[in-house]
């Protein structure tokens, strides 16, 4: 437990921060680093926990991977020379190394057993299971393979034409990365569209790939190749201080190398819309993903509705859009957010649990949030939930209250940023 208390700011932020890598744009760098021949760079890879997690999994199976600060040197023979794992694989915290290990595991002429945390042991994989299954994985766990640990008997297996029944680019990329292994082509459709890291190194590797409106498909022709790969700054995590500038009195923040891809821009646009001063500055574009520097003010704002095929592009930070919204006059709405529901916690239960505890006007909704406005925050004990953007959206919040703010357990801000809070002091 590393119980954090934090003072209420009462001066303005300003200064510029370099933003830490993307955390799905990292884990895919090593995926595919890993599943190629040949050698991977990574240049700006983050190093938090839940990146860590996808690294070790691969030295389980005999790829050799340097990790020296945030550049990673991948050396893979390819995925025919993966080896079988001599020891069940910790996944630890992380949704996106599990669902997306699954995939590849699923088609491995080999025998696995993964496990995670307590939080990770309570969320679904049948989303991923049910459709490796259609394609002839063999997995097997508690409550007929929905909860981990899941042993994995690797098989033959072929693709499949499948409609995501869930908003989760998790699982959308689960079933391209078993199409990389199947016999025949795998087909996946997305109703709304998610995060599309997976097929941009698809690409970027030299998969055989194809996407046709909301359709991607994907076969196993062709051998990946290694490639270098700059990880763009996280705007999941430049969110936070997107949020701290825009709600700080008197603030200006510069947030530099912000992915922007548009499939994870929600955030810009609701801070746009809530009539937030936002600017975006040096804008261009690496292997298919954008960047550019983001610069934002302190500003009145006003309370919006958010629902939509806006969702997926801003899932991730909702805890601290609703910070914001507390911040705004008048009501925000937060709906189609069903999904915050079987994240690291439950995050709609969390998030008005915290911000209540701080003194905002927040409600629950089944799939999303109420938040009123403009309302002053009070200092307080809260609980992180072990859910390090949780406890980051708390820490944030401590900026603008009129007293201390104590979070339970602060550690878990490791997992996706691990230099929060001295990016946080350099602006403060
Ligand atoms: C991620 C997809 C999202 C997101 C998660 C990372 C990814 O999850 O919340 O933090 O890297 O594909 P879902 O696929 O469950 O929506």
Same mark, same amino acid.
């Given at each position: 437990?590393?119980?954090?208390?934090?003072?209420?700011?009462?001066?303005?932020?300003?200064?510029?921060?370099?933003?830490?890598?993307?955390?799905?744009?990292?884990?895919?760098?090593?995926?595919?680093?890993?599943?190629?021949?040949?050698?991977?760079?990574?240049?700006?890879?983050? !190093?938090?926990?839940?990146?860590?997690?996808?690294?070790?999994?691969?030295?389980?199976?005999?790829?050799?991977?340097?990790?020296? !600060?945030?550049?990673?040197?991948?050396?893979?023979?390819?995925?025919?020379?993966?080896?079988?794992?001599?020891?069940?694989?910790?996944?630890?915290?992380?949704?996106?190394?599990?669902?997306?290990?699954?995939?590849?595991?699923?088609?491995?002429?080999?025998?696995?057993?993964?496990?995670?945390?307590?939080?990770?042991?309570?969320?679904?994989?049948?989303?991923?299971?049910?459709?490796?299954?259609?394609?002839?994985?063999?997995?097997?766990?508690?409550?007929?393979?929905?909860?981990?640990?899941?042993?994995?008997?690797?098989?033959?297996?072929?693709?499949? !034409?499948?409609?995501?029944?869930?908003?989760?680019?998790?699982?959308?990329?689960?079933?391209?990365?078993?199409?990389?292994?199947?016999?025949?082509?795998?087909?996946?459709?997305?109703?709304?569209?998610?995060?599309?890291?997976?097929?941009?190194?698809?690409?970027?590797?030299?998969?055989?790939?194809?996407?046709?409106?909301?359709?991607?498909?994907?076969?196993?022709?062709?051998?990946?190749?290694?490639?270098?790969?700059?990880?763009?700054?996280?705007?999941?995590?430049?969110?936070?201080?997107?949020?701290?500038?825009?709600?700080?009195?008197?603030?200006?923040?510069?947030?530099?190398?912000?992915?922007?891809?548009?499939?994870?821009?929600?955030?810009?646009?609701?801070?746009?819309?809530?009539?937030?001063?936002?600017?975006?500055?040096?804008?261009?574009?690496?292997?298919?993903?954008?960047?550019?520097?983001?610069?934002?003010?302190?500003?009145?704002?006003?309370?919006?509705?958010?629902?939509?095929?806006?969702?997926?592009?801003?899932?991730?930070?909702?805890?601290?859009?609703?910070?914001?919204?507390?911040?705004?006059?008048?009501?925000?709405?937060?709906?189609?957010?069903?999904?915050?529901?079987?994240?690291?916690?439950?995050?709609?239960?969390?998030?008005? !649990?915290?911000?209540?505890?701080?003194?905002?006007?927040?409600?629950?909704?089944?799939?999303?949030?109420?938040?009123?406005?403009?309302?002053?925050?009070?200092?307080?004990?809260?609980?992180?939930?072990?859910?390090?953007?949780?406890?980051?959206?708390?820490?944030?919040?401590?900026?603008?209250?009129?007293?201390?703010?104590?979070?339970?357990?602060?550690?878990?801000?490791?997992?996706?940023?691990?230099?929060?809070?001295?990016?946080?002091?350099?602006?403060?």
């Amino acid at each position: 437990m590393s119980e954090c208390k934090l003072q209420p700011l009462n001066k303005p932020l300003s200064g510029e921060i370099l933003v830490p890598g993307d955390k799905s744009i990292s884990h895919r760098a090593v995926i595919f680093g890993s599943l190629a021949n040949g050698i991977t760079k990574i240049t700006h890879f983050l !190093d938090g926990e839940d990146c860590m997690r996808t690294v070790d999994a691969f030295r389980e199976m005999g790829v050799y991977i340097d990790v020296q !600060d945030t550049t990673l040197i991948i050396k893979s023979k390819g995925i025919t020379r993966l080896v079988e794992p001599s020891q069940p694989l910790d996944f630890g915290n992380s949704g996106t190394t599990t669902r997306l290990m699954l995939g590849i595991l699923a088609g491995l002429p080999f025998f696995t057993t993964i496990y995670g945390d307590a939080s990770l042991s309570k969320r679904p994989m049948d989303r991923v299971v049910n459709p490796l299954r259609q394609m002839g994985a063999i997995i097997d766990g508690r409550l007929n393979g929905n909860l981990l640990p899941l042993a994995i008997r690797g098989t033959t297996i072929k693709g499949i !034409d499948y409609t995501l029944p869930v908003k989760s680019a998790q699982v959308k990329s689960a079933v391209l990365l078993a199409g990389l292994f199947a016999e025949g082509k795998t087909k996946v459709t997305e109703p709304i569209p998610t995060r599309n890291h997976t097929e941009n190194m698809l690409k970027a590797f030299g998969a055989d790939l194809t996407i046709d409106g909301n359709t991607i498909t994907v076969t196993n022709k062709s051998e990946l190749t290694g490639t270098d790969v700059h990880v763009p700054g996280d705007i999941s995590s430049a969110a936070f201080f997107l949020v701290a500038g825009a709600i700080v009195p008197g603030s200006e923040i510069l947030l530099k190398n912000v992915g922007l891809n548009p499939s994870r821009t929600g955030i810009i646009e609701v801070l746009n819309k809530m009539g937030a001063k936002i600017q975006i500055e040096a804008e261009h574009s690496v292997s298919g993903e954008a960047f550019g520097n983001v610069r934002i003010a302190h500003g009145s704002l006003k309370g919006i509705t958010i629902e939509g095929g806006i969702i997926p592009r801003l899932i991730d930070e909702i805890p601290v859009i609703a910070l914001l919204a507390t911040q705004a006059e008048g009501t925000t709405v937060i709906k189609n957010a069903e999904e915050l529901r079987v994240k690291e916690t439950d995050r709609i239960t969390a998030v008005v !649990d915290v911000l209540t505890t701080l003194g905002a006007d927040i409600t629950a909704t089944e799939d999303g949030l109420i938040i009123k406005g403009k309302t002053s925050l009070n200092g307080g004990e809260i609980a992180s939930y072990d859910d390090h953007r949780i406890a980051m959206m708390g820490a944030i919040a401590s900026l603008i209250t009129d007293s201390e703010v104590t979070i339970d357990d602060a550690s878990c801000i490791a997992i996706s940023y691990p230099n929060f809070f001295n990016d946080l002091e350099s602006i403060s």
